[in-house]
């Protein structure tokens, strides 16, 4: 079981939006330390997309959004394509663990 | 632009040692942290341990007692030794480097990553 938690799965329609959520707890996110995002394509190795909670990337879409509270952080994907399905993954840091975690990953399908 | 590429045996015999490469190029392997992760077939990522170019390291708990990471700066290499393997073992192995803005590391991110390699513990 993940130290930092994902929904399995999340889907939408092509041109909607959609959010996907990373829960950690107060020896990660809840910490302050930042949470990066990375997304996984199909049988491709995963590519950063947000850091520093909600950072982009040269290169990657505005469509692509990140934002943290508390114990959790976020990431928004507004204006869904077909090309955006695919595994996305938090990490922050764990102070227990003294040392980096993912979350379990988050399957997104386009509808 | 940097790249990374990993290397080594895609076989390794369950209770022996997988030995894994990283070559970096296009960059020097100096001034920065550099991290092994692994993801199993049909799962998520575990980041297993990283080095510094100095050859300080630090490893993730659930794998430290067989892990070892070591640097050779000469061929702008980092390797990665995971003995005593199982068939738990078995997974795409990934070399990634650490960056970040505000100096303190547990706030790094990992902007580059090699495109993997398969390790799999079969008899």
């Known amino acids: 079981q993940s130290v930092l938690t994902q929904p399995p799965s999340v889907s939408g329609a092509p041109g909607q939006r959609v959010t996907i959520t990373c829960t950690g707890s107060s020896s990660n996110i809840g910490a302050g330390y930042d949470v990066h995002w990375y997304q996984q394509l199909p049988g491709t190795a995963p590519k950063l997309l947000i850091y520093g909670n909600s950072n982009r990337p040269s290169g990657v879409p505005d469509r692509f959004s990140g934002s943290k509270s508390g114990t959790s952080a976020s990431l928004a994907i507004t204006g869904l394509q077909a090309e955006d399905e695919g595994d996305y993954y938090c990490?922050?840091?764990?102070?227990?663990?003294?040392?980096?975690?993912f979350g379990g990953g988050a399957k997104l399908t386009v509808l | 632009q940097v790249q990374l590429q990993e290397s080594g045996p895609g076989l390794v015999k369950p209770s022996e040692t997988l030995s894994l490469t990283c070559t970096v190029s296009?960059?020097?392997?100096?001034?920065?942290?550099w991290s092994w992760i692994r993801q199993p077939p049909g799962k998520g990522l575990e980041w297993i341990g990283y080095i510094y170019y100095s050859g300080s390291t630090n490893y993730n708990p659930s794998l430290k007692s067989r892990v070892t990471i070591s640097v050779d700066t000469s061929k702008n290499q980092f390797s990665l030794r995971l003995s005593s393997v199982t068939a738990a073992d078995t997974a795409v192995y990934y070399c990634a480097r650490h960056v970040g803005s505000s100096g303190w590391l547990p706030h790094y991110y990992m902007d580059v990553w090699g495109k993997g390699t398969t390790g799999t513990v079969s008899s």
């Open positions: 296009g960059g020097s392997i100096s001034s920065y942290y």
């Open positions: 990490q922050s840091y764990d102070s227990s663990l003294s040392g980096w975690v």
